[in-house]
């Protein structure tokens, strides 16, 4: 399960400030060595870990906690609050455009799920926001993603646009954006090529593609069981492309959590949606603070 190294540490740490009635600035001291480490262990970006145990022993050991009827709970209470801060406080919604349709470029390296989400948030959008998505499969490289896509397309009852893998990219989302206006369709989410790595063809196809359709969103999907790698896609992605939102997979699975909570930290950009699993229906928006309620028990 994910979390769950995390999870077990940092709710021991709390049991023992739980009953507390008096905190002296030692008892907090200690808890935070301990979420500290906590932190660390599950792979959270250690400047990150830093800034967090800082700002919750700062308003920790402010008099109105330690004079508290019930300081313990007081001291939780606030590392609950900077925990949802960390991962974006509020929840963060996927755009809409004033003008249909609203383009979301879907991008990330291979294998990261990045064509099983953009299945899944075709769902989510029709089923929870009434919406006629249409699915663009741009990624003319790996050689099965245009028929993985098609796939989806046809147990998801949901249009696909495509091309083959004869014209280019940028085309393709030309024409499917054309076509969008002209049934009305109105999301179009485009199914963009991966690679192995984050190299420079890559960010060059993906800003042209950037150009020509103007996206409303450009979601970067990750696989959060990389950890600090998912963060450094992030902000590779981020520097050189630009992304609005970012798409952590694979949460359903043991991830130790450092991705869920370094991401919007390390690159402002916050958490949309969570992946929770291999079926279209495993997307969930992301709330921080839910997040943090089941890390904390
Ligand atoms: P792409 O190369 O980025 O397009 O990756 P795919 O969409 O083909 O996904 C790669 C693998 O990850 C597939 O086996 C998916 O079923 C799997 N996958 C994607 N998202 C999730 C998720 O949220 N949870 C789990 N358990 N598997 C996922």
Redesign the pocket.
């Known amino acids: 399960m994910a979390f769950e190294g995390l999870a077990e540490r940092l709710q021991g740490s709390i049991k023992k400030m739980r009953g507390k009635g008096k905190v002296a600035e030692q008892d907090v001291k200690e808890m935070m060595r301990e979420v500290r480490l906590a932190l660390l262990e599950a792979d959270v970006n250690f400047k990150v870990v830093k800034k967090f145990v800082s700002d919750v022993k700062e308003r920790a050991v402010g008099q109105d906690i330690l004079d508290s009827l019930t300081p313990g709970q007081q001291v939780i209470k606030i590392v609950n609050e900077e925990l949802t801060k960390l991962m974006g406080g509020e929840q963060s919604k996927i755009a809409t455009a004033q003008k249909p349709p609203t383009v979301v470029m879907m991008v ?11 299945g ?1 948030l075709a769902l989510h959008l029709r089923k929870k926001h009434n919406r006629s998505p249409l699915m663009v499969a741009a ?1 003319i490289y ?1 050689p099965a ?1 245009i028929k ?1 896509l098609e796939t989806l397309g046809k147990q998801l009852d949901m249009p696909v646009f495509s091309l083959g893998d004869q014209v280019s990219p940028v085309e393709i989302a030309k024409q499917a954006i054309a076509k969008a206006k002209e049934e009305h369709h109105d999301y179009v989410i485009i ?1 963009t090529a ?1 690679r192995l790595h984050v190299d420079e063809n890559l960010m060059g196809e993906l800003d042209e593609i950037k150009e020509v359709v103007s996206p409303d969103e450009i979601l970067l ?1 990750v ?1 959060a069981m990389t950890g600090q790698d998912a963060v450094n896609v992030a902000q590779n992605f981020n520097e050189r492309l630009g992304i609005t939102g970012v798409v952590l ?5 043991d991830t130790r959590g450092g991705a869920a909570i370094s991401v919007k930290a390390v690159t402002n950009t916050p958490i949309k949606f ?5 079926k279209s229906d ?2 969930e928006p992301f709330h921080p603070e839910r997040m943090a309620s089941r890390i904390l028990g």
């Open positions: 990330g390296l291979q294998g990261a799920g990045k064509t099983t989400t953009t899944k990624d790996r993603a993985q199914d991966g999907v696989d997979t694979k949460l359903d699975g969570a992946g929770m699993g291999e495993a997307l």
